[in-house]
């Protein structure tokens, strides 16, 4: 046995998950169309519930209404378990089986994170082990030795948290490998929303089926931004459309979108598109009764741009190359 592993088991903390977390657990599971992301959701859940309680335990303040687990079609759509402590932030609180000795972080939860902290969740479910927390990642996986103590994470949410917004995020999203259907994490085809009634576009995108087997047809992701209470809680979804033109450059097309029974976009909420040094070079901000927004550019192979959602104080950048 390692030191590190010796300390890991020491500072860690097994606590009782209640009947509460359980039933709760069993019915966001339940809500899911397969048994795979029914299980995702399930120990995601149950991973908040058990940090939830320990936190309050400390004293904390949290709040399980606002984050974006405990929201319907985040959850459906995205592999989030995150922990909204009001005055902080959001800590995503990664669940881990016993026998896994990695810990995963989904690419989603790079951004808008004060802290990860990391939960095995024992077989039974009737308990569960907090095994300690980084404040910070931008890797997929990550070694339980790399864990720091709860103690640590304490101190770490108990001082006063700074605004970090890089001009452009990590996260790049590689738009060639769209043409051979493959989407980034938190990227979606645009017909599995259109599956979706509660998030199903309505205002633009309509012709998208019948031009679908065209040469040159334009290829359309999707991905749902949640800004948090902002919007109460009511995500709105960015579309891309890429179409390949003759001069080997590619025509971008961005429109962000209400959803659920939302017809209009949140006022004052913008959609900007940033230059490789993160300047902003092209922006829209939505009116008081605006159904979208949208921008249109051009680019070459190999480009970088950025795209950035804010609405006041919360913002979502994404980088992507062409």
Not at 135 to 151: H, I
Not at 263 to 274: F, G, N, T, W
Request: aromatic share 8%.
């Amino acid at each position: 046995m390692s030191l590190r592993t010796y300390e890991l088991e020491n500072f860690a903390l097994t606590l009782p998950i209640t009947q509460a977390g359980r039933t709760t657990a069993e019915q966001f599971a339940n809500q899911q169309p397969t048994p795979r992301k029914a299980e995702q959701v399930r120990l995601n859940t149950l991973a908040v519930w058990v940090v939830n309680d320990y936190l309050q335990m400390m004293g904390m303040e949290t709040d399980t209404s606002t984050s974006d687990c405990w929201n319907p079609v985040v959850r459906l759509c995205a592999d989030v378990a995150d922990l909204v402590i009001p005055g902080v932030g959001k800590l995503e609180c990664r669940p881990l089986k016993p026998s896994e000795q990695m810990c995963y972080i989904p690419p989603e939860t790079w951004e808008e994170r004060v802290g990860y902290i990391f939960v095995q969740v024992d077989e039974s479910l009737q308990e569960a082990t907090l095994l300690g927390f980084v404040p910070s990642t931008t890797t997929e996986e990550l070694p339980l030795t790399e864990l720091q103590s709860l103690e640590d994470l304490i101190e770490h949410l108990a001082q006063p948290q700074q605004s970090i917004e890089s001009p452009i995020s990590n996260a790049l999203v590689n738009l060639s490998e769209w043409v051979a259907g493959v989407f980034d994490a938190g990227w979606q085809t645009l017909e599995f929303y259109w599956n979706q009634p509660e998030l199903k576009p309505v205002y633009a995108f309509r012709n998208a089926a019948t031009v679908a087997n065209q040469q040159n047809a334009p290829i359309r992701g999707a991905k749902l931004i949640d800004l948090g209470i902002q919007i109460a809680q009511q995500p709105v979804i960015l579309i891309m459309e890429i179409t390949p033109q003759e001069d080997r450059q590619i025509s971008i097309r961005l429109q962000l979108q209400p959803t659920g029974n939302q017809i209009y976009l949140p006022p004052r909420i913008k959609l900007a598109v940033l230059d490789e040094s993160g300047a902003v070079f092209l922006q829209a901000e939505a009116r008081s009764a605006d159904n979208y927004i949208q921008l249109q550019f051009r680019g070459e192979p190999d480009e970088r741009f950025g795209v950035r959602v804010a609405l006041d104080d919360a913002i979502m950048t994404q980088e992507f190359v062409i």
